[in-house]
């Protein structure tokens, strides 16, 4: 099994009616009622599949082969085809672990279960109990028949009288051929906030997976889809959600969180997007080291008509893939800037990777800030902590890549999960527009 969290098709695409969510938010704590829960990162100590003992070029390397991974699901998804990628067959959430996820808990009494937030899924869905081929998920799996909040989402209303539920298949297959099916079903969700606090919201509509197509351990509990399909959790509550993500390198910071509905972080500047393929696309204008913009051909990242091209905003890529020619301008550029002071160094089977001898935080102070600028004048800033990775002690390393160098025919770009540390981005359904907002995350939990 490689990378499951990518629908190509959902065989069985349902209708519903506008019933599913039914209240929004009720939070323990005496804060103002947001739908709000922590995600923990790729890293963190939180994180399930944490090793404390990993350096950061063992981290970096599964950063680069998770990346790989996702690039191929996503140009696979994009072009319609199946994977036939290398880095498909050794690489899955289980293995690398550097996926976010959600803790959030199903049911009464709620039973914990980590999920994938992904924003280019649609559906959300847990593993429940009875399961063929969950025996490797993680803790309890949520047995609906034992929540008495749980109720199963019958095929026809069965109005006040109750009937005989036929309840409502629930099936989804993926580009490499994984799946889940089982049935719908309605139930309490509580996530954790970040002030330790818990937000609920009632009667969620999930699919309950009780047969799982995967052949390995997906090391997770399910997905949590926040596309803007129809029936995606982003769509049905609110048509609004934002994630702040603080510093990677940090696997003690805890602020990292995802809200949703009305009480999104949407500020900043804004940029139009467009979903395509299931994907947010977003319209990228330039790059600039400090002053210097790059000479980048106003072309060059827009969507071709065939449906290729375009630049897609990613939270499942840690790294950032730059299409080869804009990739080349900023190499050059970074070599420019840096090529005289410091010696080169070679990241074997990483050789597209640009590294340098020297220290980030004690070498590269008064590095010029990368900005990524987007149509209506938004811009990603990215600092040499973002910008850059702390490969070995004395390496660190450019922490964009080109797509041509994994032998993924990618001609979109991709922006990672590092590219957007430090930053809150909203994302408003409706208008579609994304919000970047630079901040510490830990300013938005209170
Ligand atoms: C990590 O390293 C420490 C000290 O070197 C050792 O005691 C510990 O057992 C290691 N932990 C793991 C999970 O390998
Ligand atoms: C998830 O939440 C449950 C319930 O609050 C908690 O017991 C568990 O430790 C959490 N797991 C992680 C990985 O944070
Ligand atoms: C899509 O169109 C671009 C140019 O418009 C072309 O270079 C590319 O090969 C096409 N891709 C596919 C998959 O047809």
Request: glycine share 10%.
């Given at each position: 099994m490689a990378f499951a969290h990518e629908p190509l098709h959902l065989l069985l695409l349902l209708s519903f009616s506008s019933c599913c969510f039914s209240s929004t938010s009720t939070i323990s704590s005496f804060k103002p009622q947001r739908l709000v829960s922590k995600i923990i990162l790729p890293g963190s100590v939180h994180h399930p599949h944490h090793k404390p003992n990993e350096t950061a070029k063992e981290s970096m390397e599964l950063d680069i082969q998770h990346s790989a991974a996702r690039l191929a699901y996503i140009q696979a998804r994009i072009e319609g085809s199946t994977v036939s990628n290398d880095y498909t067959a050794n690489a899955s959430p289980s293995l690398t672990g550097r996926t976010i996820l959600v803790n959030l808990s199903i049911g009464k009494p709620p039973i914990p279960q980590l999920v994938i937030m992904d924003t280019a899924s649609d559906i959300f869905w847990v593993m429940c109990n009875p399961c063929t081929n969950c025996e490797h998920h993680l803790g309890l799996l949520f047995d609906p028949s034992k929540s008495s909040t749980y109720s199963p989402q019958c095929k026809k209303p069965c109005g006040t009288k109750g009937c005989n539920c036929d309840p409502l298949p629930f099936i989804i297959s993926y580009v490499d051929s994984s799946s889940a099916s089982g049935t719908f079903g309605r139930d309490t969700v509580v996530f954790e906030t970040?002030?330790?606090?818990?937000?609920?919201?009632?009667?969620?509509?999930?699919?309950?997976?009780?047969?799982?197509?995967?052949?390995?351990?997906?090391?997770y509990n399910g997905i949590l889809g926040l596309n803007n399909a129809p029936n995606s959790l982003a769509t049905k509550i609110g048509?609004?959600?934002?994630?702040?993500?603080?510093?990677?390198?940090?696997?003690?910071?805890?602020?990292?969180?995802?809200?949703?509905?009305?009480?999104?972080?949407?500020?900043?500047?804004?940029?139009p997007f467009e979903v395509h393929h299931g994907f947010y696309y977003v319209t990228m204008e330039g790059i600039s080291v400090g002053e210097k913009r790059l000479a980048i051909a106003p072309a060059t990242f827009e969507m071709k008509e065939n449906g290729t091209g375009g630049v897609i905003i990613d939270t499942g890529t840690t790294i950032t893939f730059l299409v080869d020619d804009v990739f080349k301008l900023l190499y050059n550029e970074?070599?420019?800037?840096?090529?005289?002071?410091?010696?080169?160094?070679?990241?074997?089977?990483?050789?597209?990777?640009?590294?340098?001898?020297?220290?980030?935080?004690?070498?590269?102070?008064?590095?010029?800030?990368?900005?990524?600028?987007?149509?209506?004048?938004?811009?990603?800033?990215?600092?040499?902590?973002?910008?850059?990775?702390?490969?070995?002690?004395?390496?660190?390393?450019?922490?964009?890549?080109?797509?041509?160098?994994?032998?993924?025919?990618?001609?979109?770009?991709?922006?990672?999960?590092?590219?957007?540390?430090?930053?809150?981005?909203?994302?408003?359904?409706?208008?579609?527009?994304?919000?970047?907002?630079?901040?510490?995350?830990?300013?938005?939990?209170?």
């Open positions: 970040t002030d330790e606090g818990t937000s609920e919201i009632f009667d969620v509509l999930f699919g309950c997976g009780h047969n799982i197509g995967y052949n390995t351990d997906p090391g048509k609004k959600f934002s994630y702040c993500v603080g510093n990677l390198a940090d696997q003690y910071y805890n602020y990292n969180q995802l809200i949703l509905g009305e009480g999104a972080e949407l500020e900043g500047y804004s940029t970074v070599r420019n800037v840096l090529g005289f002071s410091f010696r080169q160094a070679i990241y074997e089977n990483t050789r597209w990777m640009l590294c340098y001898y020297g220290s980030i935080s004690r070498d590269l102070v008064g590095f010029p800030v990368v900005t990524f600028h987007f149509a209506d004048g938004a811009d990603l800033a990215l600092d040499t902590g973002s910008f850059f990775y702390q490969l070995l002690d004395d390496v660190f390393c450019m922490t964009v890549g080109p797509v041509s160098s994994l032998n993924i025919k990618s001609k979109s770009s991709i922006i990672g999960l590092l590219a957007q540390q430090n930053y809150n981005v909203g994302y408003d359904l409706v208008n579609q527009f994304v919000y970047f907002q630079r901040i510490d995350c830990v300013l938005l939990s209170g």
